[in-house]
């Protein structure tokens, strides 16, 4: 295989047969971790973008891409936003491991981290308020609200669904780590569709 892009990285078809972990039953694992950016939320970042794109709400080397995130979805945006040709500004808190800011910032991303809890406890609501600063400061900017954006889910539900439903004809359960839960609710939205009675946790 010849790739044009390091977005091309994605393996879209490998999974691991954990044998002997659940008695006699089949139990596979999908092996997101060897994507390009580590993890499964590559196709997350490219799907937010083109997205944009598709809408032309964006246009490379003028748009300033913002979001907030503490992790794995950071690193692929900061990628794909490199890629691309857009600015890319993080705003995170600090329960961000340094390895994950780095990580963004080796790809050439802005990390704003902040460091003043909401009147709850968390930091979230903080988040939103740079986020708004930064988007009032810059008609350039952009954020791709990950948590209310319909593109989140789509990119699930139209391709990781798909690579699973493709590779099993029969699938009972699926278990998917949740955070905002765009990846989740894709996936279970897709398989529902090939599989009825599959359970979700």
Known sequence: MIIESPLDIIF??????????AG????????????????????T?????EDLERRGISKPHKTVIVESSSGNLGIALSLVCAIK???FICVTDSNATRANIRGMELYGAEV????????DGGFLASRFKIIDG????DPNAVWLNQYD??????????QTANEIASEFNKVDWIFVGAGTTGTLAGISEGLRHKFPAIKVV
């Open 85 to 87: 040709g857009y600015k």
């Open 112 to 119: 704003i981290v902040i460091n003043d809890r909401d009147p």
């Open 134 to 137: 930064i988007l009032r400061s």
């Open 149 to 158: 954006n319909p593109a989140n889910k789509r990119v699930h539900a139209e």
């Open 24 to 43: 006699g039953q089949d139990v596979f694992l999908k092996l997101e971790g060897f994507n390009i950016s580590g993890s499964i939320k590559i196709k």
């Open 12 to 21: 879209r078809d490998l999974f691991y047969r954990l044998r002997a972990f």
């Open 45 to 49: 970042a490219i799907g937010l973008i």
